[in-house]
């Protein structure tokens, strides 16, 4: 009979010590704790809510595909949109992208904006854009399209090319990959300065 009533006292000073350790260990978190400082708050992005949900985009987005002649080609953006007027077309910015040209020759390109048409296989660079091929070879200009089902690489603006000891600017390139072969054309006022090479 001691047992129990030991045990009952235990438990019913349990119940009235616990609840108060617990209250006196609540109330030393908040007397003890510092001021919030806001130089150390947790950063949000900068992003517009209404935007967001009024648009419909893709962060991120890869777009991976075949030549006619079987060489791969990649696509990556940050984001991504359907246009509104046309949605089987869509709009990307900060693009690279990755062409196989043959079996050790590879073309990358950037650009800051692009208009994609998958349905016809087209896409069109503009802002900025430059090309570099595994070989050494760098071209730059504003506005370059390109048509995957025939292979074909335009750009109808000026364009600048440089290499290993020589520099080109022509008004216009043209380039096409056709049964194995890749043959680039240059249009328009073509200028060529080659420096010897030591």
Do not use: H
């Amino acid at each position: 009979m001691a047992v129990s009533n030991t045990y009952s006292r235990v438990v019913a000073w349990a119940k009235v010590i616990l609840p108060l350790l617990a209250l006196g260990l609540l109330s030393t978190l908040f007397l003890l704790s510092n001021r919030p400082d806001p130089e150390r708050a947790i950063p949000f992005a900068s992003v517009n809510v209404e935007e967001l949900a009024r648009e419909q985009r893709v962060g991120r987005p890869r777009i991976a595909g075949t030549l006619s002649n079987g060489r791969e080609v990649i696509f990556t953006a940050e984001r991504a949109a359907p246009m509104l007027n046309d949605p089987r077309r869509f709009s990307a910015n900060d693009i690279e992208a990755r062409i196989d040209l043959s079996e050790t020759e590879v073309l990358l390109i950037v650009s800051e904006a692009a208009l994609f048409s998958p349905a016809d296989e087209l896409a069109e660079l503009s802002g900025s854009v430059g090309l570099t091929t595994s070989s050494g070879l760098n071209f730059s200009t504003d506005l370059l399209e390109i048509n995957l089902g025939l292979s074909q690489v335009e750009s109808p603006g000026p364009v600048t090319m440089t290499g290993p000891g020589m520099t080109l600017t022509a008004g216009g390139m043209m380039a096409t990959a056709t049964d194995g072969n890749e043959v680039v054309s240059f249009t328009n006022g073509v200028r060529v300065l080659y420096e010897p090479q030591n």
